[in-house]
């Protein structure tokens, strides 16, 4: 396995987040633009980090003008710090509050599976074998 860091990591998830790998709810997919990479990929980001690092996964509402629009998912490392790769796709005055800690369910996600797959064999081509996802 080749050495990587954090900034590795970053650059590998921002070449291989694309349409087919954001989020399908709402207007997510449809929303998606190669000007905002991160786009609806909170999640899948999320538990990618999460096989990395360990810790637990944060979870908070996104709000716009005063209206709930979804949710937000970003890392809470073993260390303390919280680690957010995706926060940036809010580029219209979104809100995210009630952050809360949640705890990853062993196995696979059924709703995203497929894009989580597809997601990390893109990482993989660029940073070499990752750690098998949690169990």
């Not at 790998?21 to 709402?26: Q, Y």
């Not at 979870?59 to 003008?65: E, F, I, N, Q, S």
Request: proline share 7%; charged share 25%.
């Amino acid at each position: 396995m080749i050495p990587w860091n954090l900034l590795a990591l970053d650059k590998a998830l921002r070449s291989s987040w694309a349409a087919d790998t954001c989020s399908p709810d709402d207007l997510a997919r449809a929303g998606w633009q190669a000007d905002n990479p991160s786009w609806g990929h909170c999640d899948i980001t999320a538990l990618l980090v999460n096989d990395i690092f360990g810790g637990n996964l944060m979870l908070g509402d996104v709000h716009r003008g005063g209206e709930r629009q979804g949710f937000h998912w970003w890392n809470l490392l073993p260390s303390g710090v919280e680690l957010d790769l995706t926060r940036e796709q809010f580029k219209d005055g979104q809100a995210v509050t009630a952050a809360r800690v949640v705890e990853r369910r062993p196995g696979p996600s059924p709703r995203r599976w497929n894009e989580y797959l597809l997601l990390r064999e893109r990482v993989i081509k660029h940073l070499g074998q990752l750690p098998e996802p949690a169990a």
